[in-house]
C-alpha cells in the first residue's frame, strides 16, 4: 500500500516519524507531507495513496477536499491530542485544541483518535466514522534500557511546565522529594532523553492540564525499563498491572506517599525497581510497538464504510 503521511516532519524526534517507521515496518510505501506547507503539499502527494494526517491543525477544509480529488482515496485523521468528553469544557487547553479541530474535523472521510473517551464528542463537532486508535507507542530503537548505565536521580520528570505542574513540584520540594525536571526547550528529546529517563530511577507523570490523557511518557519511561508514578489517566487498560507495575495517585498526599516509598526502594532494593521496569519494557515492546499501532490504525480503517 501506498500512504500519503502529512504532519510536522521538521522535529525528527516526533511522532510522525515514529509513525512514518512504523509503516514501513509493515512493508507500506510512506511519502511525508509536511503540514505547514499547505497548498504546496498537493504537488508531492502520490495519486491512488491513502492520505493519513497526524493531528490536521491548520489544514482549510477546500484543501483537504482538493487533496481527495486528486489522490483518489480517502483523507482520514490521526488524532492524538487531548479533547474533552463534554462542551463546554473549564479546561483552557483542551477548549483551545476543540476549536482548532472544529474547523475542519467534519472534512475527513474517518476520524481515528488515541482516547475512547473523546469519540461521541467528536462526533458532535462534525467527525465522521470516528474510532479508537492508540497512537502512542514504543520503538525499540530509541525506548531501551541502556546497560550499565549511573542511575544519578531518584525521580525524574520532563515535559513543559503549567500551573498545576509548577503547584505540584512546588509541594513536593516543600516536603523534601527531590526531582530532576528537564524541559524539552534543555534538548531534552531523542537520544538525550533516552538517556535522561535512564539515569532515573523512577518517572513521574503529571498531566499537562485538568484533562486526563494516556501520555506518551508513559510508553517512553516504561519502554526503557524504568518505573513510573502517574496520576490517574484516561485509559489505564492499556498497560495491564500483572506486567506494567504502574503506581497512581489521586491526590498530593497519595504522590507523596509513593514518592517516598520509590526514593526508599531505590536506596534499599534497587533489584526490584529494575525488575518491574524491566517487566513493562518487555511487555510494551511485545504489545505496542509503532507497528502494533499502525497495523491496528489500518486494520479498523479496513472495517469502515468508506
Known amino acids: 500500500m501506498v500512504i ?7 522535529n525528527q524526534w ?7 517507521k512504523g509503516f514501513e515496518s509493515l512493508g507500506h510505501e510512506v511519502l511525508p507531507l509536511e503540514i505547514g506547507k499547505s497548498y504546496a503539499l ?3 502527494a502520490k495519486i491512488d495513496a491513502l492520505t493519513i494526517v497526524m493531528q490536521g491543525y491548520g489544514l482549510a477544509p477546500k484543501l483537504i477536499e482538493s487533496g481527495r480529488r486528486l489522490t483518489k482515496k480517502p483523507w482520514i485523521l490521526w488524532h492524538a491530542e487531548i479533547l474533552p468528553q463534554f462542551w463546554p469544557t473549564d479546561d483552557p487547553v483542551t477548549a483551545g485544541k476543540t476549536e482548532e479541530l472544529r474547523r475542519n474535523v467534519w472534512t475527513f472521510d474517518a476520524v481515528g483518535h488515541n482516547c475512547k473517551l473523546p469519540l461521541k464528542f467528536i462526533r458532535h463537532i462534525g467527525g465522521k466514522n470516528v474510532f479508537h486508535a ?3 507507542g514504543v520503538d525499540s530503537r530509541i525506548h531501551r534500557c541502556i546497560e550499565g548505565i549511573e542511575k544519578k536521580f531518584l525521580i525524574g520528570f520532563y515535559g513543559y511546565p503549567s500551573p498545576r505542574r509548577l503547584t505540584t513540584m512546588a509541594y513536593l520540594q516543600s516536603n523534601g522529594i527531590p526531582v530532576e525536571w528537564r524541559m524539552p526547550q534543555d ?3 531523542g537520544e538525550d532523553l533516552t538517556r535522561f529517563i535512564n539515569e532515573c530511577h523512577c518517572i513521574l507523570n503529571l498531566h499537562y492540564s485538568d484533562t486526563r490523557n ?7 519511561a516504561m519502554g526503557c525499563g524504568v518505573p513510573v508514578i502517574s496520576e490517574q489517566i484516561s485509559m489505564p487498560e492499556l498497560f495491564p498491572e500483572d506486567y506494567c507495575h504502574i503506581n497512581y495517585f489521586g491526590s498530593p498526599e497519595e504522590l507523596l506517599v509513593l514518592t517516598n516509598r520509590a526514593c526508599q526502594y531505590a536506596a534499599s532494593n534497587p533489584e526490584w525497581s529494575a525488575w518491574a521496569g524491566r517487566e513493562a519494557m518487555t ?5 505496542s510497538s509503532y507497528a502494533k499501532r499502525c497495523q491496528n490504525f489500518l ?3 479496513g472495517n469502515l464504510p468508506l
Not at 4 to 10: A, D, E, I, M, T
Not at 214 to 220: A, D, G, I, S
Not at 283 to 287: A, C, F
Request: overall charge positive.
Open 4 to 10: 500519503n503521511l502529512v504532519g510536522k516532519f521538521s
Open 187 to 189: 534538548g531534552c528529546f
Open 299 to 301: 486494520e479498523q480503517i
Open 42 to 44: 498537493l504537488r508531492s
Open 134 to 136: 492508540p497512537a502512542n
Open 14 to 20: 516526533g511522532a510522525e516519524w515514529f509513525v512514518k
Open 214 to 220: 494516556t501520555e506518551c511518557r508513559l510508553y517512553e
Open 283 to 287: 511487555w510494551l515492546h511485545k504489545n
